[in-house]
């Protein structure tokens, strides 16, 4: 039998890790599996919680802003051959 | 609770389910350079056992005692991660096959399937998915530009003929009605194969599959005029055997989902009405079974040896313009049919 | 022996999530995603929602990080700095963490309402997804169909 509470600390030990990630790490990449990272830790405590369909939603809502997350990234990259995360305080109007 | 006779039946069913599927898969690279010999008028290999039937032994032998060289520049880990890779989602696929009818031996029950997942078909298209690792892993790793430029012309191939091939197959779920790849063939009895209610489906995910396994005309990864040797340029010995191999085994196991999917797997027409006891039927169905599937196989070496490839834009063309409004126009023909019914 | 799976995945899931962070190397970073996943998917297999897990690995090992290991392969990353440089940026976002938890540990933990672990049916999300949440599912919809349009817009050259 599974501990009650095991699924909520798993998620909130992965979801901690994921935005530890994002505020330590530089390259934007890394920043942005970071954030997936945390959004399947919601995930997880949601599919123990209750019925998955918004568990779907929010894969939805990833896939989608990975898609055009990375594509900005390789614009960016594009411009000043960098993803260090600094060179984004760059971008105006 | 501990289902002792259950474990033994399963341990014997996956190991025989493997080297079958291994024997066949080694089987054809000697089918295949046979058949690529009579095409050309030619004899073929014929010097390693009587007709050359034990040149697929020495191949294997071959690969293993030549050296395996690791590049100086090569990222270690991942240059052996990615072949191993390749040959685990090519021999996993092998798990939800249905071989054939259910046995009765010694008052039990046994399923000629290691397991019957519900979600069946998305375990095999996750798998498909899966497969790009290995050459995207291998090729980076040996860090050599024309690896990594092919690696990129492989992933590409491969990510863009999924989305035709998924396209393709959930038409194929709107009329079965399940994701069960057992309940598939089952829902095909007789001469209600699925081709006759999708064959443009069929067509679509035929391409794909070639697409998928990099044979001609899709074998663009690894044309020589081009691109050296492609993604396994810097492979020797076994690692590229594993490469070459795991070719031959996605060959095979794409016959055999073709087979389950379109052509009704392990049933077999009038066998039904002819009243033999159940085992009879159960060999009958296996044997039906191969016979298919040797019959795709012929059919990817035919091929292989009769069209040249094609350009990489054209390649690109053909899968975003060409299969996937293919795809889309089956999905939705096949929506309304089902909605009119 | 789901306990033993259990601690199996949870460990794995959490050594390659500190993999993820702490990896110098961002091909390594996103192999112990991917293996993180993969984990996460043990574990719906374990809650019985057989047909999440193979959409769950559909999703993320099949598109999603097949589109992260692309870029990293494309890019010469060999000379961004890949952590914070200062000692205190490290104590912030320490900090931060830990507020968070404490912040999650308080709330989640007494509203926490687990359901009865079980085989998830498909039969009722399909129904759910196109009667109760049809306008969600059509609005992300529009939403692919946006992005699409949007990545291509971005992805052509000036």
């Given amino acids: ?93 | 609770m501990f289902d002792f006779f259950f474990i033994i039946e399963k341990l014997i069913l996956i190991s025989a389910v493997l080297g079958i599927t291994l024997f066949i898969a080694a089987y054809s690279t000697l089918a295949e350079r046979k058949l690529a010999a009579f095409f050309q008028d030619r004899i073929g290999p014929d010097r390693a056992g009587p007709f050359g039937l034990l040149q697929p032994l020495a191949d294997g032998l071959k690969f293993l005692f030549k050296e395996a060289i690791i590049p100086a520049k090569a990222d270690r880990f991942l240059f052996v991660l990615g072949p191993s890779l390749s040959m685990l989602a090519a021999c996993m696929a092998c798990a939800v096959i249905p071989w054939g009818p259910d046995l009765m031996l010694f008052g039990r029950t046994v399923a000629l399937q290691i397991t019957d997942l519900s979600v069946g078909l998305l375990y095999l298209f996750g798998l498909v998915s899966f497969g790009v690792y290995g050459v995207m892993i291998g090729g980076w790793a040996s860090n050599n530009k024309y690896s990594l430029l092919s690696t990129i012309r492989a992933s590409s191939q491969m990510i863009s003929y999924e989305l035709a091939m998924g396209l393709s197959l959930i038409a194929l779920v709107l009329t079965t009605g399940t994701l069960s790849i057992r309940e598939i063939v089952l829902g095909q009895p007789g001469w209600h194969w699925n081709i006759l209610a999708q064959p443009l489906g069929f067509m679509i995910f035929i391409v794909c599959a070639f697409a998928e396994t990099n044979r001609v005309p899709f074998d663009l990864p690894e044309c020589e005029t081009e691109l050296v040797g492609g993604y396994h340029t810097e492979y020797s010995g076994m690692q590229l055997g594993f490469y070459l191999f795991a070719e031959y085994i996605n060959m095979f196991i794409s016959s055999a989902v073709m087979t389950c999917l379109y052509f009704g797997g392990f049933q077999m027409p009038f066998i039904a009405s002819l009243g033999l006891p159940q085992n009879v039927v159960a060999l009958f169905g296996v044997v039906f079974f191969f016979v298919k599937i040797l019959m795709f196989l012929f059919l990817f070496i035919w091929i292989r040896w009769t069209l040249p490839r094609f350009r990489y834009d054209q390649l690109m063309r053909l899968g975003w313009t060409g299969l996937i409004p293919l795809a889309i126009i089956n999905l939705l023909a096949t929506a309304v049919f089902q909605l009119c019914n | 022996m789901s306990d033993i799976f259990f601690w199996v995945f949870s460990v794995m899931a959490v050594v390659s999530a500190l993999s993820v962070v702490l990896n110098r190397n961002p091909i390594y970073s996103v192999l112990s995603l991917i293996v993180c996943f993969f984990s996460i998917a043990g574990h719906y297999v374990l809650m019985g929602a057989l047909f999440l897990c193979a959409v769950h690995i559909v999703v993320y090992a099949g598109a999603i990080m097949v589109l992260f290991l692309f870029v990293i392969m494309l890019m010469n990353l060999k000379d961004v700095p890949e952590f914070v440089s200062k000692w205190w940026h490290f104590g912030a976002a320490g900090a931060a963490v830990a507020a968070m938890v404490f912040g999650l540990a308080t709330h989640l933990f007494q509203s926490y309402n687990p359901r009865v672990i079980g085989d998830m049916q498909l039969k009722p999300i399909a129904q759910a997804l196109f009667t109760t949440y049809a306008v969600p599912f059509e609005l992300s919809a529009i939403l692919f169909l946006s992005a699409v349009i949007g990545v291509v817009a971005l992805g052509k050259s000036e």
């Fill in chain 1, 1 to 93: 039998m599974i501990p009650t509470y095991s699924y909520l600390v798993l998620g909130c030990i992965l979801f901690s890790i994921g935005t530890l990630g994002v505020l330590i790490r530089r390259n934007v990449v890394i920043v942005l599996m970071c954030i997936e990272l945390m959004l399947n830790a919601v995930n997880l405590i949601l599919v123990s919680v209750c019925e998955p369909v918004f568990v779907f939603f929010i894969m939805m809502v990833a896939a989608v802003e990975v898609s055009v997350g990375l594509a900005l990234i390789a614009r960016v990259y594009r411009k000043f051959g960098t993803t260090d995360i600094s060179t984004f305080g760059q971008l105006k109007g």
